[in-house]
Nanobody
Framework: QVQLVESGGGLVRAGDSLRLSCAVS????????MGWFRQISGKEREFVVS???????TSADFAKGRFTISKDYSKNTVYLEVNSLKPEDTARYYC?????????????????WGQGTQVTVSS
């Protein structure tokens, strides 16, 4: 069973940078497509960014240029770096994993979810 544990969230100021971590257990990263979703209070969960088995990335339009996903095979950990944080980035961020080869940006194709980590950006 794949388990995902996020860390690194918290209260930050607008303009700050932040790095979220997702520790993966139960399966090696090379067998998974990894990604991040977020849920802003009162809204649907939305896709942020993903990284496939070959290292190729897919980003939501709002994430391009500020959100970067990476992975460390030796630590079996995935990271999300966010630069120039804005108050509208305030959300709960979820690490996700998929055993499907091309899950795309649709949440239902990601069969493993972490509990999420809250990021709050003050203005």
């Amino acid at each position: 069973q794949v388990q995902l544990v996020e860390s690194g969230g918290g209260l930050v100021r607008a303009g700050d940078s932040l790095r979220l971590s997702c520790a993966v257990s139960g399966r090696a990263l090379r067998f998974l497509v990894m990604g991040w979703f977020r849920q802003i209070s009162g809204k649907e969960r939305e896709f942020v960014v993903s990284i496939d088995r070959t290292g190729g990335t897919t980003s939501a339009d709002f994430a391009k240029g500020r959100f970067t996903i990476s992975k460390d095979y030796s630590k079996n950990t995935v990271y999300l770096e966010v630069n120039s944080l804005k108050p509208e980035d305030t959300a709960r961020y979820y690490c996700v994993a998929s055993s499907v080869f091309y899950p795309g940006i649709t949440s239902r194709y990601y069969n493993y979810w972490g509990q999420g980590t809250q990021v709050t950006v003050s203005s």
